[in-house]
């Protein structure tokens, strides 16, 4: 049983001309699995977390979330940007409670909610700050508490760590996968980064250049609690290089 | 004690350095005080009208009148501003008519106001409406149409739904501008009610300018113009606090210089 089944999907979006972002894209994904979406910019990555997610309608093809068609954006369903969008008029706590907001959670069970995940995500102390408040790793966190504050099943992460530093970067591709663990979701994570993509995944897909489509799927058989230290290892040099021949091979 | 040690005594130079240059000319008839009153006679006439009373009726009506005239732009200008943003229908039938009758000065439609309402406290109403509903309007457009859309992405991929949007999201999203609009307003409903008040009232503080004016009481005339001023920095006051109680998070974020 697939939670993640992509069958043929195309989109072109018709702006001033036609543009084929994806086209013949196919992707199954397991329940739990963390996938990372790999590929030269403009491939259309974002493209299909937008399709995937509901928040762009798909030219032909379909996708299922868990045996259903998609129709539109459901909570179920979360996704983190890379620039972050939080309500900047919203506390901390105020944003990671939006989602129980609008499902009409009730008040206490809303601030249960928020409590857990700002505690999950390390921001206990920060529940009244605004964002501008906040760095953007921090930022980078209170999103992704936003999103897991509606028990997502999936997790779209579109190039969350982007425009972050790289130390916190790595912090943060540490915390996630223990988020990723405790949180118990499917992460379809799209990166630029090859090494980020080996260390937090089961399955790096490499992506061809526009109009997108899946040329390679490489699972990454290294064990988990993954550390840091493996990044240092023949096992991951050699993913890394595997990856970089067909990220190369499109650009 | 406070408050007066906060003071910035700094502030008060430059128009105490005018009083008192003012008042010389004035004492040395160096300018003849019938057009150059001194200061000391302008606020002994505007302390002539504080204590007899008079003065109060004026501001009162003034302030009625341009304050019925801002609620009831605010209230058009906010109505109409999310109607034209939200449909691309009612954006096509008003815009072409927002931007004929924006650029008619106010002042221009005076007369047909007149005509119109007659010259009682409707046509003074109808053009502080006229004055005040264009910022409100057009801010309240721009601000709903420049929610970024990745935004409302965001939103709507957490569950929110057409009605949400619009209170959660779009509206919050641009209430800065929204209420830079109203505060912009304030400041015209002064602006228009002073002078239409001086083209033709019996009451007001525009009327006591001009009446003042006419009846050579130049004292007055200038003690009128000081009230006219403490008004508008009242109003000014009044819209700047209400601004940042509202909008706390945004007044913060622009004063460090960064945006969210």
């Given at each position: 049983?697939?939670?993640?089944?992509?069958?043929?999907?195309?989109?072109?979006?018709?702006?001033?001309?036609?543009?084929?972002?994806?086209?013949?894209?196919?992707l199954?994904?397991?329940?739990?699995?963390?996938v990372s979406i790999i590929?030269?910019?403009?491939?259309?990555?974002?493209?299909?977390?937008?399709?995937?997610?509901?928040?762009?309608?798909?030219?032909?093809?379909?996708?299922?979330?868990?045996?259903?068609?998609?129709?539109?954006?459901?909570?179920?369903?979360?996704?983190?940007?890379?620039?972050?969008?939080?309500?900047?008029?919203?506390?901390?706590?105020?944003?990671?409670?939006?989602?129980?907001?609008?499902?009409?959670?009730?008040?206490?069970?809303?601030?249960?909610?928020?409590?857990?995940?700002?505690?999950?995500?390390?921001?206990?102390?920060?529940?009244?700050?605004?964002?501008?408040?906040?760095?953007?790793?921090?930022?980078?966190?209170?999103?992704?508490?936003?999103?897991?504050?509606?028990?997502?099943?999936?997790?779209?992460?579109?190039?969350?760590?982007?425009?972050?530093?790289?130390?916190?970067?790595?912090?943060?591709?540490?915390?996630?996968?223990?988020?990723?663990?405790?949180?118990?979701?499917?992460?379809?994570?799209?990166?630029?980064?090859?090494?980020?993509?080996?260390?937090?995944?089961?399955r790096v897909v490499v992506m061809?250049?526009?109009?997108?489509?899946i040329?390679a799927d490489i699972?990454?058989?290294?064990?988990?609690?993954?550390?840091?230290?493996?990044?240092?290892?023949?096992?991951?040099?050699?993913?890394?290089?595997?990856?970089?021949?067909?990220?190369?091979?499109?650009? | 004690?406070?408050?007066?040690?906060?003071?910035?005594?700094?502030?008060?130079?430059?128009?105490?350095?005018?009083?008192?240059?003012?008042?010389?000319?004035?004492?040395?008839?160096?300018?003849?005080?019938?057009?150059?009153?001194?200061?000391?006679?302008?606020?002994?006439?505007?302390?002539?009208?504080?204590?007899?009373?008079?003065?109060?009726?004026?501001?009162?009506?003034?302030?009625?009148?341009?304050?019925?005239?801002?609620?009831?732009?605010?209230?058009?200008?906010?109505?109409?501003?999310?109607?034209?943003?939200?449909?691309?229908?009612?954006?096509?039938?008003?815009?072409?008519?927002?931007?004929?009758?924006?650029?008619?000065?106010?002042?221009?439609?005076?007369?047909?106001?007149?005509?119109?309402?007659?010259?009682?406290?409707?046509?003074?109403?109808?053009?502080?409406?006229?004055?005040?509903?264009?910022?409100?309007?057009?801010?309240?457009?721009?601000?709903?149409?420049?929610?970024?859309?990745?935004?409302?992405?965001?939103?709507?991929?957490?569950?929110?739904?057409?009605?949400?949007?619009?209170?959660?999201?779009?509206?919050?999203?641009?209430?800065?501008?929204?209420?830079?609009?109203?505060?912009?307003?304030?400041?015209?409903?002064?602006?228009?009610?002073?002078?239409?008040?001086?083209?033709?009232?019996?009451?007001?503080?525009?009327?006591?300018?001009?009446?003042?004016?006419?009846?050579?009481?130049?004292?007055?005339?200038?003690?009128?113009?000081?009230?006219?001023?403490?008004?508008?920095?009242?109003?000014?006051?009044?819209?700047?606090?209400?601004?940042?109680?509202?909008?706390?998070?945004?007044?913060?974020?622009?004063?460090?210089?960064?945006?969210?």
């Amino acid at each position: 049983m697939f939670i993640i089944e992509a069958q043929k999907v195309c989109k072109i979006f018709n702006k001033r001309e036609e543009i084929t972002a994806i086209e013949n894209f196919s992707l199954k994904v397991r329940e739990n699995e963390f996938v990372s979406i790999i590929g030269p910019s403009g491939c259309g990555k974002s493209t299909f977390l937008l399709l995937a997610a509901g928040l762009e309608s798909i030219t032909s093809g379909q996708i299922f979330i868990n045996g259903s068609k998609i129709n539109g954006p459901d909570p179920k369903r979360a996704i983190v940007f890379q620039e972050y969008l939080l309500f900047p008029w919203k506390t901390v706590r105020k944003n990671v409670e939006f989602g129980p907001l609008v499902r009409k959670v009730m008040k206490a069970e809303r601030r249960k909610i928020s409590d857990k995940y700002i505690k999950m995500v390390g921001l206990e102390g920060f529940e009244d700050r605004y964002p501008h408040e906040l760095s953007g790793g921090m930022k980078q966190r209170v999103a992704i508490a936003r999103a897991l504050a509606n028990e997502p099943e999936v997790l779209f992460m579109d190039e969350p760590f982007g425009s972050l530093d790289s130390l916190t970067r790595e912090m943060l591709q540490s915390e996630l996968l223990q988020i990723w663990t405790e949180a118990k979701c499917t992460v379809i994570f799209v990166t630029h980064s090859i090494s980020e993509a080996v260390y937090l995944s089961d399955r790096v897909v490499v992506m061809s250049r526009r109009p997108g489509r899946i040329i390679a799927d490489i699972r990454i058989n290294l064990k988990r609690p993954r550390l840091r230290e493996m990044l240092s290892t023949p096992e991951f040099s050699e993913y890394e290089r595997k990856i970089r021949e067909f990220v190369w091979a499109q650009v | 004690m406070r408050i007066l040690s906060e003071f910035n005594f700094k502030k008060i130079i430059s128009p105490l350095f005018i009083l008192i240059v003012c008042e010389i000319i004035g004492r040395t008839r160096l300018i003849d005080p019938f057009f150059f009153p001194p200061p000391s006679a302008i606020f002994k006439s505007l302390w002539q009208m504080t204590i007899t009373g008079e003065i109060f009726p004026h501001i009162a009506i003034s302030v009625l009148r341009a304050v019925t005239g801002y609620i009831i732009a605010a209230a058009a200008g906010l109505f109409l501003g999310i109607l034209v943003a939200g449909s691309k229908l009612f954006e096509n039938i008003f815009d072409p008519l927002i931007e004929l009758i924006r650029p008619i000065s106010t002042f221009a439609i005076v007369p047909v106001m007149f005509v119109w309402f007659g010259i009682g406290n409707g046509s003074k109403i109808a053009i502080i409406v006229k004055a005040c509903f264009f910022p409100i309007v057009l801010n309240t457009i721009a601000g709903i149409k420049g929610v970024d859309l990745r935004l409302i992405q965001a939103a709507r991929s957490l569950g929110a739904n057409g009605r949400q949007l619009w209170t959660m999201v779009l509206i919050p999203s641009a209430l800065p501008m929204i209420i830079t609009g109203m505060r912009i307003s304030t400041a015209m409903s002064m602006l228009a009610i002073v002078g239409v008040e001086m083209l033709a009232a019996d009451s007001g503080i525009g009327f006591l300018v001009i009446d003042a004016q006419r009846t050579f009481a130049t004292d007055r005339m200038f003690a009128g113009i000081i009230v006219i001023s403490l008004m508008g920095v009242t109003f000014d006051k009044i819209a700047r606090f209400v601004q940042q109680r509202i909008l706390s998070w945004h007044t913060d974020t622009s004063l460090a210089g960064t945006s969210a």
